[in-house]
């Protein structure tokens, strides 16, 4: 069984001291920090991309987890493996080739992560499964944060865990995550949260603490 981890999307974070709000929830007690970017074509939102992620990889040695809801993805996974992200997941959804993104992420020498929209199912990811080492199963509609998690997913996480059987690959799940999900969440096999607004909504390293507390003890 793979480590609970907590992944903060500095999505509900506070912009204008973004170096400071990683190396917070960092303190905090956070494993990862998960970075999303959107592009306003994949996702009706517009968010930040590789160069903010390059002033913010000095702030901290945890994990950077980036999430890309961009289409298409391949012609900037090298500037986001520059950037310092240590995992780039990419959206079946957002092209047609994602065996190739895959590869071109395990050639740039990062892990190589899949995301999944509510509404695409698991099949998808058939012929993939040794190519990725993580899943992220979306469960709110990718683009917003603060947005309440679709609790049809439990079984789509249950049945994703059971896919990934005894592979190494970590099963993220994204949007929506509470303290009062969390515990929900994880018995269905998650073992990477992410949440913005539940830790963001707090402000200062003590506020994160206890989001972050309260999360894992799930
Ligand atoms: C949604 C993003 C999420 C989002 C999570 O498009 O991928 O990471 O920021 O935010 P909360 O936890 O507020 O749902
Ligand atoms: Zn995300």
Redesign the pocket.
């Known amino acids: 069984n793979r480590p609970l981890t907590l992944s903060p ?1 500095i ?2 974070a506070d912009f204008s001291r973004l170096g400071q709000e990683v190396a917070d929830v960092v303190e905090a007690g956070a494993q990862w920090v ?1 970075l ?1 970017v ?1 592009d306003g074509h994949f ?1 009706p ?1 517009i968010s930040f991309g590789p160069a903010v992620i390059k002033a913010l990889r000095p702030w901290t040695k945890a994990v950077f987890d980036c ?1 890309l ?1 961009i289409a298409p993805a391949d012609p900037y996974l090298a500037a986001f493996a520059d950037a310092g992200c240590d995992i780039i997941t990419v959206h079946a959804e957002a092209g047609p080739h994602l065996h190739r993104s895959l590869q071109t992420i395990r050639a740039l020498g990062k892990k190589a992560g899949v ?1 999944l929209n509510p509404a695409t199912p698991l099949s998808v990811l058939e012929h993939v499964m040794d190519d990725i080492d993580l899943l992220l199963i ?10 309440a ?1 679709i609790p049809a997913m439990t079984d789509k996480i249950r049945a994703a865990r059971a896919l990934i059987g005894n592979r190494p690959i970590d099963l993220e799940v ?5 303290a009062a999900n969390a515990a929900e969440i994880t018995r269905a096999g998650a073992n990477v949260l ?7 909504k707090g402000k200062g390293v003590e506020d994160y603490r206890k989001t972050v507390a309260a999360l894992m003890a799930a």
């Open positions: 999307s999505l509900a998960h999303d959107m996702v939102n999430h809801m995301s979306m469960s709110v509609n990718p683009g917003f944060g603060g947005q998690y994204d949007g929506g995550v509470t992410v949440a913005g607004s539940a830790i963001y």
